[in-house]
């Protein structure tokens, strides 16, 4: 579908580097040249060997939530996925999080190493692009002000912006789909803890999504609590569906 007009006007295809910007980074990588983050190898953020070593999440996955079943069931459902309805149609993730892709994340993450948005977005790009789901928007999962100031950038953000160059989707502008109230950081907490943490915890502050397929993007799944609470608000707007994809997904 097309977007409707109202919607449209906030969301569009990320422009890429201009030749300001491309000149600056080839000054940056000859001042300071770039090192893998996976190997620490010098000449790339993300080396060709590193990239290669990063791993599928393991078949057969659950329909909707994306982990791995234990057997092919019956239906493609796990367990969980029976017993509660939910927002996000289907969460993917583009690789195990291990390493070296778990030491790229967490660098680009946590070292402020902004630059790997680059390697990591294009990965999640060439994960969507042989796939048959589509989608007419995508949307990043927003931090709330107090943790964008602390890390200077949002990752999600930086992940879409680079995903959606390499695959021509609009992306919505930040400050539509909002963090309302901060949260725990979620990797010390269990499944019922990550859910009850973030319940209510996002709104959408945008007209009606009016049927609109949205993409959600993230770094990574552990049980997909994040990416259901940014599902249910967007649902409450009018999305027709909400599907999530992520760099990396955990599997236990």
Not at 39 to 53: H, K, T
């Amino acid at each position: 579908m097309s977007l409707p007009p109202s919607l449209a006007a906030l969301a569009a295809v990320p422009a890429p580097p201009g030749p300001a910007q491309r000149l600056a980074a080839r000054l940056a990588d000859l001042l300071f040249p770039p090192r893998c983050a996976g190997c620490g190898q010098g000449g790339a953020l993300f080396c060709a060997g590193c990239l290669s070593r990063v791993q599928p999440v393991p078949t057969p996955l659950c329909r909707r939530c994306g982990t791995p079943l234990r057997a092919a069931a019956g239906d493609g459902y796990c367990s969980e996925c029976h017993r509660a309805a939910h927002f996000v149609s289907a969460i993917r993730g583009a690789g195990v999080y291990e390493h070296p892709l778990s030491t790229a994340i967490h660098r680009f993450k946590y070292d402020g190493r902004r630059s790997l948005g680059e390697p990591l977005g294009r990965l999640l790009a060439d994960y969507w692009q042989p796939r048959a789901v589509t989608a007419d928007v995508v949307a990043a999962v927003p931090l709330h002000p107090n943790r964008l100031r602390e890390r200077g950038f949002n990752q999600a953000q930086v992940l879409a912006a680079v995903f959606c160059r390499h695959v021509r989707l609009p992306l919505l502008r930040e400050g539509l789909l909002r963090r309302e109230r901060e949260t725990h950081q979620q990797m010390a907490l269990d499944m019922a803890e990550r859910r009850q943490n973030v319940a209510g915890a996002f709104g959408w502050h945008g007209p009606p999504l009016d049927g609109a397929k949205v993409l959600l993007i993230d770094d990574v799944a552990t049980t997909g609590s994040t990416l259901e609470a940014c599902g249910e608000a967007l649902m409450a707007a009018g999305a027709g569906k909400v599907w999530a994809l992520t760099v990396a997904r955990t599997v236990h």
